[in-house]
């Protein structure tokens, strides 16, 4: 499975923005998709997953109840709404295609990633 996310982009506080997640590959259907993000001198961290139907999602505290996952697997992808953007949502956003857990480990294939910065 090879992934590629894409939708990021500058926003200021309160905003919102809709990430991308867009795969390849014939099992597709058959991995959790989950999101992660990395701000500068922090460790990668989780954002939100999906299992593999889409029946099961799972988010952070940090954007509970802000952000919401969602997948198509006819058109093999997957997305991220992010509304009342924060300064502290800034990152580098990754998707990864793996086990429907909050591990970073538990994921076999990660995207390049798509930078979200959010102004104050």
């Known amino acids: 499975v090879q992934l590629q996310a894409s939708g990021g982009g500058l926003v200021q506080a309160g905003g919102s923005l809709r990430l991308s997640c867009a795969a390849s590959?014939?099992?597709?259907?058959?991995?959790?998709v989950g999101w992660f993000r990395q701000a500068p001198g922090k460790e990668r961290e989780f954002v939100a997953t999906?299992?593999?139907?889409?029946?099961?999602?799972y988010y952070a505290d940090s954007v509970e109840g802000r952000f919401t996952i969602s997948r198509d697997n006819a058109k093999k992808m997957v997305y991220l709404q992010m509304n009342s953007l924060k300064p502290e949502d800034t990152a580098v956003y990754y998707c990864?295609?793996?086990?429907?857990?909050?591990?970073?480990?538990?994921?076999?294939?990660w995207g390049q990633g798509t930078q979200v910065t959010v102004s104050s």
């Open positions: 990864a295609a793996g086990t429907y857990s909050s591990w970073p480990d538990r994921y076999n294939y």
């Open positions: 590959g014939r099992t597709f259907s058959s991995y959790a």
């Open positions: 999906i299992s593999t139907s889409g029946g099961a999602t």
